[in-house]
């Protein structure tokens, strides 16, 4: 069974252990995925991170609480749902349900919280393939420019290879660009992204620039052919697609490695028909 199948798993998880202290790493051990990849895979599927999504279940039971018990605690409701004080939990939950949990004691009020199956919406006008079987890659050094990202942020990598154009020709690089995603912080959900450029076999590192050591790595490639209108939407719905469907369909298994963008020279991202591939680490 493929180890995107026990994501179902992974939604028991949650919901048997909304009473204990619960982490990424809790969560995606039980997928067989790391902490990054999995957290890929649930915001492509569920369009909000793991912890967003644990925070709210356990704001939607004690919601329930309220309207079947009435007079339960809320310090007692702020601790079970995983917050250090009845305040902190207050706001939360004004903020999710548009009311304080004081004034939401009525019955009948418990909104109905359906887990159920996770539905994508990709747009119809997304074109994009799969670039034939796996492919081998050996080991390579990538130069750029880092910063950390979260789904809430992601609008911002743009600007990224803004600042990486000030750089640009990198001596001792290989010809077009490449954005790289790297596990971030442990259990906070986001990812360090690198816009950068693959260095040739014995380049210095160039002065100005982070780089990062790829291993070798089998890889799944998808190319998106771009539109002509804006560019990230179409990046955001092509890495959704892959994580929460395609790679599912294909059978195949995300590996711990890093996965990239590749853009070829000339690229800029504003024409029809430009096109950009998608490598994700898989195995095999």
């Keep these: 069974m493929s180890r995107l199948d026990a994501h179902g798993r992974t939604l028991a998880l949650i919901e048997a252990r909304l009473s204990e202290p619960l982490s990424l790493t809790d969560v995606a ?106 492919t081998r890659r050996p080991a390579f050094r990538v130069a750029g420019i880092t910063n950390r990202f979260d789904r809430d942020s992601v609008h911002a990598i743009p600007a990224l290879w803004d600042r990486l154009d000030a750089f640009l020709p990198v001596a001792g690089s290989k010809s077009g660009t490449l954005g790289l995603c790297l596990p971030g912080a442990p259990d906070a959900g986001d990812f360090v992204y690198m816009a950068g450029v693959e260095l040739q076999d014995g380049a210095p590192d160039p002065p100005g620039l982070e780089t990062v050591e790829v291993p070798a790595q089998a890889y799944a490639v998808w190319r998106l052919t771009a539109s002509g209108e804006a560019l990230h939407p179409q990046m955001q719905a092509a890495v959704r697609d892959i994580w929460g469907r395609r790679l599912k369909e294909a059978g195949l298994n995300p590996s711990r490695g890093p996965d990239f963008e590749l853009y070829p020279p000339y690229f800029t991202g504003r024409k029809a028909g430009e096109w950009v591939e998608i490598w994700i680490p898989v195995e095999g």
């Design 29 to 134: 051990a039980a997928s067989g995925l790391s902490a990054f990849h999995f957290s890929r895979l649930f915001t492509a599927l569920h369009g909000e991170s793991v912890m967003a999504y644990v925070r709210r279940r356990r704001l939607a039971r004690a919601a329930r609480r309220l309207s079947d018990e009435g007079e339960v605690s809320l310090v007692e409701l702020a601790l079970e749902s995983g917050f250090e004080s009845q305040q902190a939990f207050t706001r939360a939950f004004t903020r999710q349900f548009g009311v304080s949990p004081g004034r939401f004691r009525s019955p009948g009020r418990y909104p109905r919280y359906q887990i159920g199956d996770p539905v994508l919406t990709i747009p119809a006008s997304l074109n994009l393939e799969r670039m034939g079987e796996i």
